[in-house]
């Protein structure tokens, strides 16, 4: 019987060190991948961040600036793909409709909402 009670909660979590980094690497890389693949959102998202990133680098604006523009731009990556797994976590529970299942998801969507707002607020600020 195993009373180590981390890896009661998941054989992933007794990894340590430079083997766990290494893991959660890969790890991310397939979670991007996955979300490349399979959600348009994101995949036109990246294709917004892929133009939009280097034009706050060429922008003649200082680099705080470019900062807050490309954070702003990264942020919507960050919460589409968390947008993504909450989707793909209810749908992996039941694919029946329910009024629970229809709020995470809309409250998922609206905050990939807030953060395309953001992008729009943050680069008029920065470049007015």
């Given at each position: 019987?195993?009373?180590?009670?981390?890896?009661?909660?998941?054989?992933?979590?007794?990894?340590?060190?430079?083997?766990?980094?290494?893991?959660?690497?890969?790890?991310?890389?397939?979670?991007?991948?996955?979300?490349?693949?399979?959600?348009?959102?994101?995949?036109?998202?990246?294709?917004?961040?892929?133009?939009?990133?280097?034009?706050?680098?060429?922008?003649?604006?200082?680099?705080?600036?470019?900062?807050?523009?490309?954070?702003?731009?990264?942020?919507?990556?960050?919460?589409?793909?968390?947008?993504?797994a909450i989707e793909a976590a209810i749908d992996r529970i039941s694919l029946d409709?329910?009024?629970?299942?229809?709020?995470?998801?809309?409250?998922?969507?609206?905050?990939?909402?807030?953060a395309l707002i953001n992008v729009l607020t943050t680069w008029t600020l920065v470049?007015?």
């Open positions: 019987m195993n009373t180590d009670p981390i890896a009661e909660e998941s054989p992933f979590k007794g990894q340590t060190g430079l083997r766990r980094i290494l893991s959660a690497f890969g790890y991310s890389l397939s979670g991007l991948r996955a979300a490349y693949r399979n959600e348009d959102a994101f995949r036109q998202e990246s294709l917004l961040a892929v133009l939009m990133i280097p034009l706050a680098l060429f922008l003649s604006v200082p680099n705080l600036g470019k900062a807050l523009m490309i954070g702003s731009v990264l942020l919507v990556l960050i919460v589409e793909l968390l947008n993504s409709r329910h009024r629970l299942s229809k709020r995470a998801k809309d409250i998922g969507s609206a905050a990939v909402l807030i470049l007015i």
